[in-house]
């Protein structure tokens, strides 16, 4: 009697757990203990996603490298160019040849995910844009991100700037472990700029408990992304969620799994294995999560991080094969094909866990059109 209840306590929350996810659409998703970098859970961890403005965490990363070297100072003055000024939303509304502080413009893309201000940062550590994404290309590559491909310091839009959830988690893993001076700054609810305070978008950070930051992320192919980090009893946890199809819905995801994780439900139905260890994946395009911008038809709408300031953008839609995910109902998507290696899929089902703080964020919210 016992062992049957003992084996009855494993398997009914995997399986309360797998009848939940059955609700809601394809995503990815993976948890890292920040301890030891053992990886806890994920779900399609391995899949090519459109890293949409989770892009803006290797942008600081390539500039914490840059402070730590001495490369550049935190009060260094930037200069916003014609391009950094023409940026879409998200932004500070930078005028051509505004100046503001790297400090400044690291808040910037924490609090507001600023598009200008990424570029300014761009700018001043690489030349250009394009030079400094091929340099935190190059700098993905070398600390282990092996799935991942920028073409721009901001996230917006491009059919080969593509990224995993594995590869995103190690990102944030890098930037926790090799920058603590500046981890920090991921935990600020507010950036004054103007001599206006200008409130954080990140609703995780700002309402789930021991949270401490990261970044958002969102356009129309990458649906609804999430880098969050948080702490409770001596614990710190690091979570990636990428496609929820509603901004409400990736903060739900993001507590499920961190309530999971603080209450050690994954040890359960997971051997722990090290975010370093490399990892095969299948070699899949990204797929496009929402059908916006006309319908997805000719156009994408990207906001680059949250649903408030949806901009139109002159990329066409991408042509894919059709994705079929386990469990799933999902619709056939088309993609063009790109050139990359991806890596054999490794998907873990996790178990669920009953959360206080679930309705915190329960609003229902749709992208706008710009």
């Not at 994780?261 to 095969?280: D, P, S």
């Not at 949250?306 to 094969?321: F, G, R």
């Not at 993609?335 to 290696?341: C, G, R």
Request: proline share 3%.
């Amino acid at each position: 009697m016992k062992t049957a209840k003992s084996i009855l306590f494993i398997i009914l929350p995997v399986w309360l757990f797998l009848v939940s996810e059955m609700s809601y659409a394809r995503h990815a998703a993976i948890m890292i203990d920040a301890s030891n970098g053992s990886v806890l859970n994920e779900v399609e961890a391995t899949q090519a996603w459109y890293p949409a403005s989770l892009t803006k965490l290797m942008t600081l990363y390539m500039t914490f490298d840059a402070l730590s070297t001495g490369q550049i100072q935190l009060q260094d003055s930037l200069s916003a160019s014609r391009h950094a000024a023409l940026q879409p939303n998200s932004k500070l509304g930078l005028r051509v040849g505004e100046n503001l502080t790297v400090e400044e413009a690291i808040l910037a893309l924490i609090t507001r995910s600023a598009n200008d201000a990424a570029v300014a940062l761009a700018e001043h550590i690489g030349g250009t844009e394009e030079s400094f994404a091929v340099k935190m290309t190059a700098k993905a590559h070398a600390i282990g991100m092996s799935d991942t491909h920028f073409m721009n310091a901001t996230g917006l839009p491009h059919p080969w700037q593509v990224s995993t959830a594995r590869d995103l988690g190690l990102l944030a893993w890098k930037t926790l472990n090799n920058f603590p001076d500046y981890y920090p700054y991921f935990s600020a609810h507010s950036f004054n700029f103007r001599g206006s305070e200008l409130r954080a978008i990140n609703k995780f950070t700002a309402n789930y408990p021991g949270a401490e930051g990261m970044k958002t992320g969102f356009t129309c192919g990458s649906g609804y992304n999430l880098i969050s980090t948080a702490s409770q009893n001596g614990k710190r946890l690091i979570g990636v969620i990428l496609g929820g199809m509603t901004s409400a819905q990736r903060y739900q995801l993001m507590m499920d799994m961190m309530d999971a994780g603080f209450a050690g439900q994954y040890q359960l139905v997971n051997a722990a294995k090290h975010i370093e260890t490399a990892t095969i994946s299948e070699g899949s395009a990204p797929p496009y999560q929402l059908g916006c911008g006309n319908g997805g038809a000719t156009t994408t709408v990207a906001n680059n991080d949250d649903d408030s300031h949806a901009v139109k953008t002159v990329y066409k839609p991408i042509k894919t094969k059709s994705i079929k995910s386990k469990s799933i109902k999902t619709k056939s998507v088309k993609s063009k094909s790109i050139k990359a290696n991806y890596y054999r899929k490794n998907t873990v089902i996790i178990s669920k866990s009953k959360s206080a703080s679930k309705s915190k964020l329960a609003s229902k919210d749709k992208p706008r059109r710009g």
